[in-house]
């Protein structure tokens, strides 16, 4: 039992890691309070989570709101940006959800068309969300190449994204349906499972130009 409880078990490395992502998901719960600077909050969760991933943690709090503060202005420009994507793509699925119930006959194939091509664009938009403020928290580039590259290595990686998707999915089910209380570890918990996938994703984009036009890993 003692080695099962020791600091060095893969037991209380679980643990710890459980209790990393509870604390960050309560820095970024705060963080996002004000809405307008989530995307700040959520850049500094990933750079916070990847660090817990490549077992280079130190001080969260303090590595945590370096993060915030080092990339709040184009992690708060992109997250506008995509906030504003987000409500005129849910505006487009709300009425022409209407526009098809409430038509027939090659109209109503029309506007089902008009629909698929705008749940496209909502998986696209789900993979920049993803992979742009984990990819901000690591490289440094331009607002416009950061999003390119999100949906490049998101579509090229399908996997990684799939699972990683699958990972927020299932918390948000258990959440609704089953365990409220669990929304305590919530996007901290889920970010961290992710950067064992992002990590290294972005880690390889970063360093072979072929994949994704990104001008390097940011240092400490």
């Not at 992109?78 to 109209?107: E, K, M, P």
Request: charged share 10%; glycine share 6%.
């Amino acid at each position: 039992m003692a080695g099962i409880f020791s600091y060095e078990s893969k037991f209380s490395k679980i643990m710890f890691r459980i209790a990393y992502g509870c604390y960050l998901n309560l820095l970024w719960a705060i963080c996002s309070l004000p809405v307008f600077t989530a995307g700040a909050a959520t850049t500094a969760l990933y750079d916070v989570a990847m660090r817990i991933a490549e077992d280079r943690e130190g001080d969260l709090t303090q590595q945590f709101f370096r993060a915030f503060r080092s990339n709040f202005r184009q992690a708060t420009t992109l997250w506008l940006i995509l906030l504003a994507i987000g409500i005129f793509l849910g505006a487009d699925i709300y009425v022409l959800l209407h526009l098809c119930a409430a038509s027939t006959g090659a109209i109503a194939v029309f506007w089902t068309l008009i629909l698929a091509v705008v749940i496209a664009a909502c998986i696209a938009y789900a993979i920049e969300l993803m992979y742009v403020f984990p990819l901000v928290a690591r490289v440094e580039n331009t607002n416009r190449a950061m999003l390119v590259n999100s949906l490049l290595i998101g579509t090229h990686y399908l996997n990684c994204t799939i699972v990683v998707f699958a990972i927020h999915f299932v918390m948000m089910v258990i959440a609704i349906r089953f365990f409220t209380p669990i929304l305590l570890l919530g996007e901290g918990l889920c970010a961290v499972l992710s950067s064992y996938l992002l990590s290294p994703v972005i880690r390889a984009c970063a360093t072979q130009p072929g994949e994704a036009p990104d001008q390097g890993i940011q240092g400490d």
